[in-house]
């Protein structure tokens, strides 16, 4: 029985990615619905493969992948995320994941890169495929993305409206907080990628690959 243990903070998304693995008749799902829970059942269970969402409220994916795998050594992760991994394809290499997943896949997809995985093989998204295809690569923006460490998903949904050229009252309404958690998370958000404002903050995510194009408007 292939044992695998689903973190996501969507429980219809897990429920549906569930049902779809486990018609498979030697595959079974176990649910952990926060990085933390993710955490305490890698410590004490055995699972033969993991499949992290990217984006959750108390621990990214990436952070999930490195505390897990100072547990677990050997453990095989996958990303699972319906977001783009090709902003953040460094970083997750940089965490220790074996593959990526995309959630708008179907159950053959799915089926087919859990069971690769597990005989240590990777089946990637045509986007990285096509980053893969660039030969060179600076050493200086290598640095700059090791350097940044991973955002929240919170964090990362202000970064979205700050690069929208949103005021902080704008963005503490619409991410539903108050502008004093707003301004302890900027000042969270400015020491992570070494800023000291709002545009250099919105530039050097794009410059890292936390922000893709089309999060980026004009300031």
């Given amino acids: 029985m292939i044992e695998i ?8 998304v897990m429920e549906g990615t569930k049902m779809l693995l486990e018609q498979e008749e030697d595959i079974k799902v176990s649910l952990a619905y926060s990085g933390n829970q993710a955490l305490e059942m890698a410590g004490t269970q055995q699972f033969d493969i993991m499949l992290f969402d990217l984006h959750m409220p108390d621990i990214n994916g990436i952070d999930l992948t490195k505390q897990v795998l100072t547990l677990k050594p050997n453990a095989v992760i996958l990303i699972y995320s319906g977001f783009e991994f090709k902003n953040h394809f460094n970083l997750l290499i940089e965490s220790g994941v074996s593959g990526f997943v995309q959630k708008t896949v179907n159950k053959e997809q799915l089926v087919r890169t859990v069971r ?33 460490q991973a955002i929240s998903n919170k964090e990362y949904k202000i970064l979205r409206e700050i690069s929208k050229g949103r005021s902080n009252k704008e963005i503490a309404d619409s991410l539903l907080m108050s502008q004093r958690s707003l301004e302890y998370s900027l000042t969270n958000i400015f020491q992570k990628l070494n800023v000291k404002s709002r545009i250099e903050a919105a530039m050097k995510a794009k410059e890292t690959g936390l922000l893709s194009d089309q999060d980026i408007s004009p300031l």
């Fill in 5 to 12: 243990l689903l973190v996501d903070d969507h429980p219809t």
């Fill in 116 to 148: 690769c995985a597990l005989k240590g093989e990777v089946i990637l998204p045509l986007s990285l495929v096509k980053q893969l295809r660039r030969t060179t690569l600076h050493v200086s923006d290598v640095k700059k993305e090791i350097d940044v």
